[in-house]
Each structure stands twice: as structure tokens, then as C-alpha cells.
């Protein structure tokens, strides 16, 4: 950890686009040398003296490093913006929070739709198939970087709750806690399943150009909303749905027996699919669903998940959403089973919500709470000062 | 019902290729009047002399009239061949099965794919939308033809069973008996959004030419297909998927990091896709799919589904599957409260299964059985003879 000696960054008390090129390739999971890599990051709040008070965010599969900052795209808060913030469950007053766009990603970090300085061209289909364990690798080159050995907690949900798993799995001395929500140990068939058809989807619309699109000037926007609603779906649980449009009528007060948007519902979705593609690149959206399909805790550990995490240091805190089907209880449960099979130490909570896999961006109290709670209780043990008491208004 | 008082059609030992052309155009439910309107069917068995021994089978989104015989495309057999058949629980020794595609559909009956004699091409988006209750409508015109009054039991599946419960509905006094299985009295919003998804990938394929592909002599077969893989994983439990696949690799020892189908749910989903665009028509699976989304029995009764079923004479057998999600037993169990509230006569069996929605037509021993029992209890009520016994092998 030479780069440890180095100079510690200047406290950062705003929002910054930040970017690091690493001085070395990059060996990724399936041999493949990758090189430059540069990860485009945001920070919030100060690194402390002894450097222990990093928190580290773990984005999900459509997100970004602008977990707590407005996004230079749609200018909508940042997906954690709830959470992160002075006074927020991970108090910037309190924390120095590091967020970076995935490998892979398409907000600045080396991803198919940026220029491979070797041909002068978008990566497009000849960037290398990568995987989470690369993403976290990148991102301890960052910590590395940043003169940072040990991270006070790693947290993220869904994909970003895989790159937790990893993230202990992999470097358990540097993660003193870590926190995955609405996660899992690996990627289940139904999850693959989902993958293949936005896939499909992208790939089937001839606007892909065999995945050339940048080369030809074309943006394959069809199948890319296609795959986003498909996606969307899976986001939202049926009370959710139902709840939020039922079978309502958009804008009318009798069906029109056509195929507009009669029902809010569709409206929707196709909303969603058409806002995507303004802020989504369609190859990074094929990458990072193929990472997630590969992630395998288990089996990378002889199938047996608690190998993984012998004689593990790490605390953890496994958060589930009750109506979350994508990434449902049992996957979490898998987690704290293994853990507790080999004496760590987790804490777990099934937070009751019928908001389906998204409740872990939304505003749901009971997992604000849990945070909270976990989070004080780490920052104890690991001798961080308290939070400073806030009066109720 | 003057068609009752022609002479009855002569019995039918073995399947045969049918069409009836209704003499009189059809009033569809948008006020839309379609003409010429035919009907392709299959039956099997023979009308007995008091015509009350009629099975009316209702199909699926996919299937069509071969129910228990050969399918003229895939060569497969019948949807519910395992079902229907000498000696089988529709003992066709016993019952006069018919079942026509649906109004809409893409083997034989009036639906877009056939030509408009006004134009001499085919309806394409011409076509009008049609609705559950006009796809009963004509069947009952094709029962009138037949010369049955009454049906001995009505049965379907999925949007088989969406029919059967309009029939119950529509026509109480035409229907003795009714057996909808893993259905609904109306499409949820998931079931919707999962729909205006695979609509939206047809749409989405060029080749679909705003609908007009078969006078381009092009098939939108990409988009299609990725309608029909997105649509699959909704037939299936997350369980089933994990048994029959889980993460397993497909042909290799190990992952090629691309994007070649290496888990074999990849593969498998894809051969769906691509089998599927062979069998079916894309402009069908638009208007088929629409008819679903509208289907709405409770909102039809001033929003009380019971209204529905009011002084019913109906005996229904309300069957679902615990993993079925597309069509949860919770949207059963509501029938079931319904014809409750109206004292009617209702059975109701939730059959464990982890194989999901696609469980109403595998080989599912606790389905049969239940089915065999309402049967021979539902035909003892009406007089019919008792099945044949059989000796265990």
C-alpha cells in the first residue's frame, strides 16, 4: 500500500467531478489486460485525520457516481440524495463519501461508449466483458489513490449490494463494515433471464449496428427503452403497480380499443423506456447486466458461500425489502447464514414495505432507521465521534 | 335461437379441420360491426342425442384449437393432449369437445393476419380491437351452429379462463358448469405493464412495418421474439426456473466473458423466441394481448365483481397453482368470495406446484385429479353416464 504515504487529498466540502486515470493496466477477472482505466467519482464531506471515516457507495446497475448530487443529465437529485447529505443518515459532516461510476459505465469511467486512445475510436463491442470482481478491484485502485487503507463502511443495493459482497469478500482488512441491500451472493436464473431479454431487445434493434452505433452516428433507442421497461417491471412489485395505477385510464374516461397508452400504466413504462435512453449507454447497458449474470459468490467458493467469508473481520448489516421479487429475502437470508456459519458478525432486517426492489431508493423509514442504527453502532466500534444530536423540529 | 331447431351436425369420431362463417356480422364491444367473421375449430368425440355432453375448451394467449391433437406447424401434440382424450379426464368416449381460436387469432379464424375481402388484403391494423366478450360472442354463435344450447362445461386456462368467466357471466343459462384455472376476472396492472412490454418490441422491429409486414412480405421476427422471451419468464416460477436451469452453463465448462448464451436459460429462452416467431403472427399477439388488458369483469358490475354472478346457476371450479404469478391464487380466491357473496355453487382448489403459470398444462396429477372429480360430480348433476371404470395397470 505504498500510495498510503502519500499525501491525503484536501477535504472536499463540495461536490466535485472528479476522475482518475490508474498509472497501471488493469488484469481483469477473464484475463484480459484493460488498459487506461479511468474512474469518474464525486465525494462528499472531508476525510479525517486518520483517514477512517470513508464511507464508499456501491451504485446499482443504471446508476451513477452522483449519489448525492444533481444529475448533469435529467438535473434530478442524486439516487441517495435522501440518505447522503449534512444531518442525513451518512452525514457528510460526519463521513467522506466516495461514489464512483462502475467499469464499464458510461458517466466518465472506461466504459464501450468512451475512446480507446489505441484506435482512436469508441470501445464499442471490442471493450472487454467485465465483471463486479473488476469493478471492485477498480475501485480500491481509487481508495489506493485516495490514501485510504480501510474503508468505515461500504453500502450499496442491488447491483451495488453485489459489489458490497465482493467487496468483503475480497478485502476484508480494508472494510471495517459493510451494508448490502435488497442484494444478493449471486444472480439468480429468473435475474439472467430478465438480462437476455433486454439484451435481446438492444441487439434486435438494427439502430445497434452490431453494437457500431457511435461509429454510425445511430442511437439504438427502440431497444434500449424496450429492455428499460422490461427492467422497470421488475423494479416495482404488483401491490406497487396496482397501488400507483391499477388499471386507471390516462388522460381518458373510456378505452379507445387501440394500442395507444390507454392505461396509466403503460404511459408509464414507456416514460420510463424513452427517458432512459437520453441518459443511458446501450453497450454499457449490455456490459453491466452481463457482469451481474456472472456474479457468484458461492461458486467461486467451492458452492459453499460461507468459504467466502472465513474468519471475516467484517461487520455486517444484510437489509431485504419484504415485496422485493427480484432480489427477494431469501437471497439475504443466504447471506446471513453464511456468515453466521462461520461466526462473523451481521445484523439483518426484512424492512416490511410493498414498494418492491425499488423501496432501497425511496423514502422508506424503517430502512432509514436500520441504517441509521447500524451505522452509529459501527462508527463506535471503530472509535468515530458521535452523531451530533438533532432536535426534533 | 332458431339455430337450435337445425338439424344436429353428424357425430364426429376422430379430429377434423372445421371453419364456420357466421351468417350475420359481429357487433364487437368497441360498436364495430366485423363481417365476414370465421371460425376455425376442432372437435373430438361425438355430440350425444340430447346434445348436452358439450366440453367447450378456451384457449391461451399462444395456443390455439389443437387441443389434443397434432399442432399443423410444430407437429407437437395438442396443448392438452395429457387432458383430452379417450379415457382421459375429458374422456372423449364420454364428452363432445370443442374449441375454436379465438376471434383475433392466427390458425384460421377472422383475425389480422387474414385477408379483408373488402380490400383483398389482409386487415393488418385495419382489424379491430376486439375484447374477451367478443371472442365468447362468436363462440356462442359457433355452439348456436352446432346446435348446443347448453354447454355440459366450460374450461380454460390463463385467457382460457378469462373466457370461461365471461361465459359464466354472459350466458349463465347456457352454461352448466365452468372451470376457470389459473385466471383472473381481470388483467392486473403487472399484466398489463408485462404485455405493453412485448407489444412495444414488436412495434419497436422495422419489419414490423407500422403493421403492415405481410404486404412488405417481411416478418418482424426480432421484436417478437423478445415479446415472447420477456412473456415466458412470466409463465414460469422462479423456482421452476431454478431447478430447470439455475445457473448451469450451456455446452462449456466455463464462461466465455461475452455474449453468447452461456447459462443454458439464456439459450433455452432464446429458442423460445426464435420457435415461437414460426407458430404465430405479431399483429395477433397485439390484438390478443389488448383483449387481456381490457378484460375487466368487476369494473364491467359497477366495480363489485359478485354483481357479476348474481342468482347464478353455474357451478364453478375455481382451480390455481401456489407459484403461479402472472395469475397469483389471490385473484382466484376473489372469484371464488364473489360467487360466495351470491350464494352460488363454487369449488375451489389452490394446487401446490412450484412450476408457475405455464403448471395448467404440464403434468400436474393434483390438477387432474381435482378436475376429474368436479367433473364426474358435475356430469352426475346433469344426468350424463358415469365414466367407464378403469383398472389400475
Not at 177 to 189: F, K, L, N, Q
Not at 289 to 301: G, H, I, K, V
Not at 310 to 327: A, E, Y
Amino acid at each position: 500500500m505504498a500510495l498510503v504515504t502519500a499525501p491525503p487529498p484536501a477535504p472536499k466540502p463540495a461536490t466535485e467531478d472528479l476522475k482518475l486515470t490508474l498509472d497501471r493496466p488493469l488484469v481483469l477477472q477473464s484475463g484480459v489486460t484493460l488498459s487506461p482505466v479511468t474512474l469518474a467519482y464525486q465525494t462528499y464531506g472531508a476525510l479525517n485525520a486518520d483517514r477512517s471515516n470513508c464511507v464508499l457507495m456501491c451504485h446499482a446497475l443504471t446508476m451513477d457516481q452522483y449519489v448525492a448530487s444533481q444529475h448533469p443529465v435529467t438535473g434530478k437529485p442524486g439516487w441517495w440524495s435522501d440518505i447522503v447529505g449534512p444531518g442525513k443518515v451518512i452525514d457528510t459532516n460526519r463521513f467522506f463519501v466516495v461514489c464512483a461510476n462502475v467499469l464499464g459505465g458510461c458517466m466518465g469511467s472506461t466504459g464501450p461508449k468512451e475512446i480507446n486512445p489505441a484506435t482512436g475510436k469508441a470501445w464499442g463491442l471490442t471493450f472487454p466483458v467485465i465483471t463486479i470482481r473488476d469493478m471492485v478491484q477498480a475501485q480500491a485502485k481509487l481508495l489506493d489513490h485516495l490514501g485510504i487503507e480501510q474503508i468505515f463502511c461500504v453500502i450499496g443495493g442491488s447491483m451495488g449490494a453485489m459489489q458490497v459482497m465482493e467487496w468483503a469478500h475480497r478485502y476484508p482488512g480494508r472494510v471495517f463494515s459493510a451494508v448490502p441491500v435488497a442484494g444478493s451472493y449471486r444472480h439468480s436464473a429468473q435475474n439472467i433471464a430478465f438480462h437476455e431479454v433486454g439484451r435481446q431487445a438492444i441487439m434486435a434493434d438494427p439502430d445497434w449496428c452490431h453494437g457500431n452505433y457511435l461509429e454510425e452516428n445511430k442511437v439504438p433507442k427502440r431497444g434500449l427503452a424496450v429492455a428499460r421497461m422490461a427492467a422497470h417491471i421488475t423494479y416495482l412489485s404488483e401491490p406497487a403497480l396496482h397501488n400507483k395505477f391499477g388499471r386507471r385510464l390516462q388522460d381518458r374516461e373510456a378505452p379507445t380499443y387501440g394500442f395507444d397508452a390507454d392505461f396509466q400504466v403503460e404511459s408509464y413504462l414507456r416514460h420510463q423506456g424513452h427517458t432512459f435512453v437520453d441518459r443511458f449507454d446501450a453497450n454499457s447497458y449490455l456490459y453491466i447486466t452481463r457482469a451481474m449474470d456472472y456474479f457468484d459468490l458461492a461458486q467461486e467458493n467451492g458452492g459453499v458461500l460461507s468459504n467466502a467469508f472465513k474468519g471475516t473481520p467484517v461487520r455486517f448489516c444484510v437489509i431485504s425489502f419484504s415485496s422485493d421479487w427480484l432480489f427477494p429475502t431469501e437471497e439475504s437470508r443466504a447471506i446471513v447464514r453464511a456468515v453466521n456459519a462461520v461466526a462473523g458478525n451481521v445484523s439483518f432486517v426484512e424492512v416490511a414495505s410493498d414498494k418492491g426492489h425499488d423501496a432501497f431508493l425511496l423514502d422508506e423509514p424503517e430502512f432509514h432507521q436500520t441504517l441509521q442504527g447500524f451505522i452509529d453502532g459501527a462508527a463506535g466500534a471503530r472509535g468515530l465521534p458521535k452523531r451530533a444530536h438533532v432536535t426534533a423540529p
